[in-house]
């Protein structure tokens, strides 16, 4: 019986993957791409070394995402075999990285006399492929190459661990009631949707769990301060050594030896810290530059969070009759001060973004802005009854394709993320069109009424899909540097961040809003209260991502690992410096700090602030010249969107704005004051 992750379709048959089929295949992808390369080292050059291995490793590429995708929608029977592939690929991965007659044959091209005439792809992979090396340890030699590669297995290994404890810890816990009054305040969304996951577990009346939505709910409504505390204590410990599962799933020991293999990894290579190898592979030109970046952006923040903070401790006192704000309170005295304020909330939006409403309307705007048209095909199989497959066309020709998975449920991990099914590239067989996987966590349909949106879940799933449009509208045709790779980390994020801009104009509302019920527009008098509140608390929640990312960028810039001590310390300390909201002795956040631990922003969650300055700077021009303005839409897709990683992402910046990025942009979106003194 033929192993369908061995076939060589475009989308994965996703109704007759079985984990079973994960080991075998990837094993025999491996040695299939061994063999390439040592057949194409017999006469090394592009069409004989680099085209056949690019073709085999994608053909491995392809039978590795499914597996590693349903691992994180599906988790439970993927586990093993994703982590038993994870270890295969890590392996393979690694040795090719130290594989010095590879390196010889991109060193030979890049000295050749005819490089320079090469089209700008192929000598972006060739220059970026050099670096790669340099960073894989292709000059270390002995006992340092083998501790080299040794780290990076187990690496690869305590990530996985790592997000796995997380989900985990997040699913192990659950509070179950009877009584709809201890639920006082909560949404009816919210209600519907404990009630199903009450039955699910085959229980009456109501289940809140730590899942992203329920929590948000009850944190931002819930009158009941107990429950409020009750989940936030274990929602902040999860995966600890503290809280209600101390112990269970305990990230510490994990944490402690990520860093201490990073630092290790990033000494053999000859560099003062793992931030330093960080950066190496990034837009920013040194640490230094990011941790100045970040500083001078908390300075300018810091004030304005500080006077919001205030005022919400002021209107507790005042008007909720709370001397004293713990951390459970802040998000639901603030939902009481932004609608004493502005008289919205989210929870009176919902009803207007229907989430088939906003995905038919997100659909229309890209298609204004890029002249691009979106159609599902339900004959794709899929892996879950809520997924989605859709067609991406210009001029009624395919270009892409994408899955879409929108819901939350038990086994699928939180967040949202997109990531690749395959790449475009020129192959073997013609041109592979690129298709990805979107997928968010927000409510799901009950009963009758349809999954409605926060209009913070409506920018998420609009930042998304700009991930998405990044990797399918790419016209460079070489795997290494078509769509979102070989761009650099931090500039990952600008086409995410500067396509939400769309959900806060009234053109663009007008097209991603209707009510459930009736279709009727979003009121004006709502609209206008809701782009008041933008920037309400926008300061605190700066802030918010600056301890994030200072927190990151500091704890890896450390020459060596760190205890679970010293981490703590150092996060007591950033927050010292830049946080205004209190927190609890036994907040665990790093333990569940996924996207540096088990993602890929170690040394780099500053990319989200770095990014936004380019996306809001980016932003800028149409709002100058309209934000459907055609000529301008089609220039950045243009500049940045087909461009991926082919070129310098700062010379891309320059050509679609005219000039370097300014910070200003970024500011007044947020409404800091642009004139502030900085430290």
């Known amino acids: 019986m033929s192993n369908p992750l061995s076939e060589n379709a475009l989308l994965p048959p996703f109704d007759r993957l079985h984990p079973e089929h994960a080991e ?3 094993g025999e992808l491996i040695d299939a791409c061994r063999e390439v390369l040592r057949e194409g080292l017999r006469q090394p050059g592009w069409d004989t070394t680099l085209a056949p291995l690019e073709e085999a490793e994608d053909r491995l590429s392809r039978a590795f995402s499914p597996v590693s995708h349903l691992n994180s929608v599906l988790s439970g029977d993927w586990r093993a075999p994703y982590e038993a592939a994870l270890a295969e690929v890590t392996a393979y991965s690694t040795e090719q990285g130290q594989n010095r007659e590879l390196f010889e044959v991109y060193r030979d091209i890049a000295g050749s006399d005819e490089f320079a005439q090469w089209p700008q792809a192929r000598r972006q992979m060739i220059e970026l492929g050099l670096r790669d090396f340099r960073l894989g340890g292709v000059a270390l030699d002995g006992e340092e190459r083998e501790r080299f590669a040794a780290n990076k297995r187990r690496l690869a290994e305590l990530s996985s661990r790592f997000a796995n404890n997380v989900l985990d810890a997040t699913n192990a816990w659950t509070h179950h009631t009877r009584d709809v009054e201890e639920l006082a305040g909560l949404p009816a969304t919210a209600l519907a949707a404990a009630e199903e ?3 699910n577990r085959d229980q009456e009346g109501w289940t809140i769990t730590l899942d992203g939505p329920c929590y948000l709910a009850v944190m931002t409504h819930a009158d009941n301060r107990d429950l409020r505390e009750m989940v936030y204590r274990a929602f902040v410990s999860r995966a600890s050594d503290v809280g209600p599962q101390a112990g ?3 990230n510490s020991a994990v944490m402690e030896e990520i860093l201490t293999l990073r630092a290790e990894q990033a000494q053999l290579l000859g560099f003062g810290s793992y931030a330093e190898l960080s950066v190496a592979r990034k837009m920013a030109t040194d640490a230094a530059t990011v941790t100045r970046f970040l500083e001078d952006l908390a300075a300018r923040a810091r004030p304005a969070a500080e006077r919001e903070f205030a005022e919400l401790q002021a209107f507790a006192r005042e008007t909720l009759d709370l001397d004293h704000l713990h951390p459970w309170d802040i998000p639901w005295a603030a939902e009481k001060l932004k609608q004493a304020r502005y008289a919205v909330s989210q929870e009176a939006l919902r009803p207007y973004f229907p989430f088939p409403r906003v995905l038919e309307g997100l659909f229309a705007v890209v298609e204004k802005l890029f002249a691009v048209t979106v159609e599902e095909d339900t004959s794709v199989p899929v892996w879950h009854e809520d997924v989605q497959f859709f067609w991406l066309s210009r001029d009624g020709e395919r270009i892409a394709g994408f899955y879409l998975d929108p819901f939350a449920r038990e086994r699928k991990r939180g967040g949202a993320w997109m990531d690749t099914v395959t790449t475009r590239r020129q192959g073997a067989g013609g041109l592979q069109l690129p298709v990805a996987y979107l997928v968010c966590n927000f409510s799901a349909a009950t009963g009758d009424t349809p999954s409605l949106l926060t209009h913070n879940e409506v920018t998420t799933l609009f930042h998304e899909f700009g991930h998405g449009l990044h990797h399918m509208l790419t016209r460079v045709d070489v795997a290494a540097v078509s769509g979102i790779n070989g761009v650099a980390w931090d500039a990952v994020e600008l086409p995410s961040q500067f396509l939400e801009n769309w959900c806060w104009e009234p053109e663009a509302i007008a097209m991603i809003s209707g009510h459930y019920k009736t279709g009727a527009a979003l009121p004006q008098a709502l609209q206008e209260k809701m782009l008041a509140a933008r920037n309400f608390q926008s300061a605190m929640f700066t802030v918010r991502q600056l301890e994030f990312a200072l927190f990151d960028f500091l704890l ?16 007591d300390e950033v927050r010292a410096r830049v946080a205004v909201v209190p ?10 700090f996924s996207h540096i631990f088990a993602g890929g922003y170690a040394a780099g969650y500053y990319s989200y602030k770095w990014a936004e300055v380019l996306s809001a700077d980016a932003f800028s021009l149409f709002e100058e010249q309209g934000i459907f303005d055609r000529d301008t839409g089609q220039h950045f897709l243009h500049c940045i969107l087909e461009q991926g990683g082919s070129r310098d992402a ?12 300014k ?8 409404g800091i004051d642009s004139t502030a003194e900085t430290a």
């Open 24 to 26: 075998p295949a990837i």
């Open 197 to 199: 996951a009450a039955r």
């Open 248 to 250: 269970a799933f305990d």
């Open 556 to 571: 890896h810039s450390r020459p060596g690992g760190a205890t679970a001590q010293e981490i703590q310390q150092l996060l």
């Open 583 to 592: 927190v609890i002795a036994d907040n665990r956040f790093q333990h569940s």
């Open 650 to 661: 700062l010379d891309l910046f320059t050509e679609f704005r005219g000039r370097e990025p």
């Open 663 to 670: 910070i200003d942009a970024l500011l007044r979106h947020s």
